[in-house]
């Protein structure tokens, strides 16, 4: 079992760890590219802010179950965010804007650390995760319309290669294989879960301090 992660020390050795392995900020690549493409449709830009709560004990994850209502993945879970508006900035504009609009977390109390490559869903979104850290004991403020709940699971637990499992999905004759990572009773999985295991990926290309402590643990 891993161990809880007490006192600044240890926060700023995962602040530190979290910003050598990812990208600077930018605007989406998708609005970098003017090549012209083919008669396939370009996929739709979108940014999610990763959530990492800090301040008491070991460090978790926000993450929010999507209402049932909406037309998108209703009920599923995933972190907040959504597409590009022309008046974002960079990913990071895009992540905090729909971050304040889903969960109520001011943008200036998210330290943004930089972000990850790119994922495209099956539904046709080009979305980059941008990581940040929030301060635990938020006084979180939900949007009713489109998120039903949120709850924190511990970073340790989703990053623990043994809590994946690989599944598979039908999609227009082809098998296609997809993460699934179960926190009790709620199901993670899709671009939520694959945007977990490329965290870990990268940690682990780099042999990142921060994890190897944790594994020692």
Known sequence: MTAAIPG????????????????????????????????QPRPTAAAVLVPIVIGHGEPEVLL?????????????????????????????????????????????????????????TGTGYSVVPVLG????????????????????APLSFLLDEQRWEVREYEYEGRRRPYFEIWFGRYRIWGATAQMIVSLQERLSRRQAPWLSAQRGS
């Open 8 to 39: 600044v020390p240890a926060q700023a050795a995962l602040e530190a760890t979290l910003r050598a392995i990812a990208d600077p900020i930018g605007p989406h690549p998708l609005l970098l590219d003017d090549t012209p493409g083919d008669d």
């Open 133 to 152: 850290l929030v301060p635990a004991g938020y006084p979180y403020r939900l949007a009713d319309d489109e998120v039903a709940e949120i709850f924190h």
């Open 64 to 120: 929010t179950v999507r209402h049932s209502a909406l037309r998108s993945h209703p009920g599923q879970i995933s972190f907040p965010g959504g597409r590009v508006d022309p008046v974002d900035t960079d990913v990071a504009s895009t992540a905090l804007r729909e971050t304040y609009e889903e969960v109520g977390i001011e943008p200036g109390d998210i330290r943004v650390l930089g972000s990850l490559a790119p994922y495209l």
